[in-house]
């Protein structure tokens, strides 16, 4: 069963980000359906989920820790963090894009669960 892989792709995996800018966040928080309460902090991969997966193989990814693993090589992210003290809706995003290491956990060879960023 792939449920929680499904779910990560959710809230994780967007292949072709349009802008990546406050604007951004504001939309895909929501499409996703991460604002009802407001999600402090998200992180959107853009990459291919052939990518993100091989995080969960030698192909592109180490041991990290005793349960997650580390990607190899850097993925273009976007990370949309909460404005404001209050998690009720509506919900204001401030975006932070770059290139980063992600650290996943991952189940049964596939993604299930975004750590951090570095
Ligand atoms: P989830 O486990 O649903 O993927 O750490 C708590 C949540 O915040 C976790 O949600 C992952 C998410 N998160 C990001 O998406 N990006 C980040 O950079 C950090 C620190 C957390």
New binding site residues.
């Given amino acids: 069963d792939d449920y929680r892989y499904r779910?990560?792709l959710a809230?994780?995996y967007d292949a072709n980000p349009h802008g990546r800018n406050n604007k951004y966040c504001d939309t895909m928080m929501s499409k996703r359906s991460l604002t009802s309460p407001c999600?402090?902090?998200?992180?959107f991969i853009h990459g291919t989920k052939k990518n993100i997966k091989a995080v969960c193989e030698d192909k592109n990814g180490v041991p990290y820790g005793a349960n997650l693993r580390r990607s190899k090589s850097p993925f273009q992210v976007t990370?949309c963090k909460l404005r404001g003290g209050s998690n009720r809706p509506p919900c204001r995003y401030r975006a932070t894009a770059g290139s980063r290491s992600i650290v996943i956990a991952c189940e049964r060879g596939l993604p299930v669960?975004?750590?951090?960023?570095f």
């Fill in positions: 779910h990560f809230q994780h999600k402090d902090i998200n992180t990370t669960h975004f750590d951090e960023s």
